[in-house]
């Protein structure tokens, strides 16, 4: 257990990264995140790009879902964002949790989660992976294949499955290609080897694609798995549960509403008997809109393009930082108000690597007004699937986080056995600027006897 400690502390270094950059959430009395911000650049002492995370509209998003969606038990992806006050959020908000390694579960467990409260939902892992959750005391996993089924039969023989499914949409990241079986023959087949095997199958999981804009994914893969459920049901076998993943879009505020309606029709439809537990595993939805990007500009160099002006933006954050595709990225502004002179002009940001393919949004014009290298983007909708992509690629930092949260909310949390007192910083200097990452001078002469081969002249 040390050792894996150890390893998590030097290697993985997530959650331990997160405990060491946060020096605490901020408890605002008057001022809202964006003025945290504002005084932040304004100030002039804030020279890195940085995240603020506003606790509170992570806290909306979790109570908007629940009274949206009574029936349906939140499964926090925290793939999507790991950070340590999501998390302890999540915990805090009575959530569940979709892991898909044993280092989730771990940092889970580290913070004292209930294995029992925990979905190993990865349908391919191998055989120390399935130890490692089933000696955490992980019960749930998916599965998706006959060999799944053989190593689980070998090194899990009595966790609970829930057989994955695939049930295509239009999203942004398409699961289906990866992971599912076909919903019925295929699932059909399984369900019965599984049962050969003397497995317990307990339910029917599917997963949309992630950033899913079709409007009936859901509701297919509710029908298909109530087909499934009448199969087992034959077989004299009772599944219950039915997992309907993620895919919730995050930046469409009344899209969720739109959705939860048709998957709450098709809930009393198929599977009116309340006794059948119904879980999701949102992500995006539930950590995307509450962190917003303040991003400095290293450089600007203009160049035509196709007898067309296009400014030449480099940022200092990038596709090796957080920066990724998003759904929300025609959000992107600079931060100076524009002028009514001022007009749009074609962009294209660059991140801060020597790397040409450190291209932000390559087949996605942004227009943005003339920029400098004193100012700032503000990119909003930042909060998942972005720093956990983020690399160390040639040594560039990760931006901080400024994490900040209303009294209101702190009133809550701050009596929960999750968060301690000194998580809040309870009377703060918004103008103090977040912690540099530019490494420390090493001013001594090095004297070793290993030769420089080339001195510049
Ligand atoms: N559940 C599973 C099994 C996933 O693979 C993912 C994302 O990849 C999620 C949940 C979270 O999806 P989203 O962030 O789109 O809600």
């Known amino acids: 257990h040390k050792v894996l400690h150890n390893y998590y502390m030097t290697m993985n270094g997530k959650l331990q990264n997160g405990f060491a950059m946060h020096s605490g959430a901020f408890v605002l009395k008057t001022h809202s995140p964006a003025d945290v911000a504002h005084t932040l650049i304004d100030s002039g002492r804030q020279k890195e790009p940085f995240y603020v995370f506003d606790m509170d509209e992570a806290h909306r998003r979790i109570q908007h879902f629940k009274s949206q969606m009574p029936r349906v038990q939140i499964f926090y992806a925290m793939k999507a964002n790991d950070s340590e006050y999501m998390l302890k959020l999540a915990i805090t908000s009575g959530l569940g ?176 008997d309340k006794s059948v537990q119904v879980i999701a595993e949102p992500g995006r939805y539930i950590c995307d809109s509450s962190y917003t990007l303040y991003c400095s500009i290293n450089n600007v160099r203009q160049v035509i393009k196709d007898k067309e002006v296009v400014n030449m933006i480099y940022l200092n954050d990038g596709l090796y930082g957080t920066l990724r595709y998003n759904e929300s990225w025609h959000k992107v502004k600079r931060y100076r108000v524009s002028t009514d002179e001022e007009s ?82 309870v009377n703060p200097d918004i103008n103090e600027p977040l912690p540099t990452t530019i490494p420390k001078v090493i001013t001594e002469n090095i004297t070793t006897d290993v030769k420089s081969p080339f001195l510049l002249a």
């Not at 076909?182 to 317990?200: F, P, Q, V």
């Not at 007004?369 to 998942?384: F, R």
């Not at 900040?404 to 009596?415: A, Q």
């Open 97 to 272: 949790f979709d892991c898909a390694s044993p280092g989730e579960i771990y940092n889970l467990r580290q913070l004292n989660v209930n294995a029992k409260s925990i979905i190993y939902a990865m349908p391919s892992k191998t055989a120390e992976q399935m130890i490692y959750a089933r000696d955490s005391g992980v019960l749930h996993t998916t599965f998706d294949s006959s060999y799944e089924l053989k190593k689980i039969k070998q090194y899990w023989p009595d966790a609970r499955l829930l057989v994955r499914i695939r049930v295509e949409g239009k999203s942004v990241y398409n699961l289906g290609d990866k992971f599912g079986c076909g919903h019925d023959t295929e699932a059909i087949k399984l369900l019965d080897e599984a049962a050969a095997l003397s497995l317990k199958v307990v339910g029917v999981a599917f997963h949309v694609g992630s950033g899913c804009s079709s409007i009936d994914s859901h509701e297919n893969g509710l029908r298909y798995a109530k087909a499934l459920f009448e199969h087992e049901a034959r077989a004299g076998r009772q599944m219950k549960i039915v997992d309907i993943g993620g895919g919730f879009l995050s930046d469409k505020t009344d899209r969720i509403d739109q959705v939860a309606n048709i998957i709450n029709k098709a809930l009393e439809e198929y599977f009116p």
């Open 344 to 425: 749009l002009e074609k962009a294209i940001l660059w991140g801060p690597s020597c790397d040409s393919t450190d291209r932000i949004m390559e087949n996605f014009t942004i227009l943005l007004p003339q920029c400098t290298p004193s100012d700032w983007l503000v990119l909003p909708i930042q909060g998942a699937y972005s720093f956990g992509f983020a690399t160390n690629f040639s040594c560039l930092p990760t931006p901080r986080t400024r994490i900040v949260i209303s009294t209101e909310l702190w009133y809550k949390l701050k009596e929960s056995k999750v968060f301690k007192a000194s998580d809040f910083v």
